[in-house]
């Protein structure tokens, strides 16, 4: 079962390279990193070209897109059997991609969503706290998606991998869609093909202003579970076509 890795780029020159490293350390010849740079105003693309690497892709955004479009663009560019999601600014620990294969493997689910800890700009573990997933809700799939809708965000894309089928339900993600992840989140859910690893296999690098770590202000998670709602009637729609 071959690697696809997406990455959506964006000013990350600072610290895509060591993460990038990280990652190719653990692909196969066979494996492919698929990044779309979302026109990033840095050096990004060079410090990308630096490692010379036959497995990277790199493509471009014509305009700034944001990440979840580039994110579902990079999955649609996909060609292998697994799909990971990375940001640019983490790092893989060891045996991130082992144990992400054999829990699909294991489990048959379709996604499966892993646990992660927290560094700061100079590589050191932070004690920060969030709530991860756990395996034993792996298959109360209802709670899962009523915890999503209550802002428990247990699911983080570059803590992620499914299946290639699953791209069949979740392509193209809609425009209106804030995040990625969680949508991928609830079409697993939805269709009662989900697992959940309780061990940490990446590490999420804490820096600047992390649109994924930023506690947002009230109006903001309001219109956030209208959004829920209608993914939810589309992901359901999507699910019986």
């Known amino acids: 079962m071959n690697i696809s890795v997406c990455m959506a780029s964006y000013n990350g020159a600072e610290f895509i390279e060591e993460q990038l490293r990280s990652i190719l350390n653990q692909l196969d010849d066979t494996d492919e990193l698929i990044i779309v740079d979302d026109c990033s105003k840095d050096d990004t693309i060079e410090k990308i070209k630096i490692i010379n690497d036959s497995r990277i892709s790199v493509f471009k955004n014509e305009t700034n897109k944001g990440h979840v479009f580039t994110f579902g663009r ?7 059997d697994i ?3 990375s940001d640019q600014d983490d790092i893989w620990l060891e045996d991130r ?11 048959g689910s379709l996604l499966v969503s892993s646990n992660t800890n927290f560094i700061n700009s100079r590589g050191e573990v932070l004690d920060y706290k969030m709530q991860g997933v756990k395996s034993q809700n792996s298959k109360k799939n209802l709670k899962n998606i009523i915890d999503i809708y209550l802002g428990k965000e247990n699911y983080y894309g570059c803590a992620m991998a499914f299946k290639k089928e699953l791209k069949q339900l979740i392509l193209p ?6 995040s990625h992840d969680l949508w991928i989140a609830k079409a697993a859910n939805l269709i009662n093909s989900n697992t959940h690893c309780d061990k940490i296999t990446l590490s999420r690098r804490v820096h600047g202003n992390n649109a994924s770590i ?22 359901i729609y999507r699910s019986f076509k």
């Open 83 to 85: 799909i990971f999601m």
């Open 97 to 107: 991609v082992y144990i992400m294969k054999k829990e699909l493997t294991d489990n």
């Open 214 to 235: 930023i506690k947002r202000p009230f109006l903001i998670k309001l219109w956030a579970r209208i959004i829920f709602t209608r993914s939810i009637f589309q992901l």
């Open 173 to 178: 993600i809609p425009s209106y869609v804030e």
């Open 74 to 80: 990079a999955i649609s560019l996909t060609n292998n």
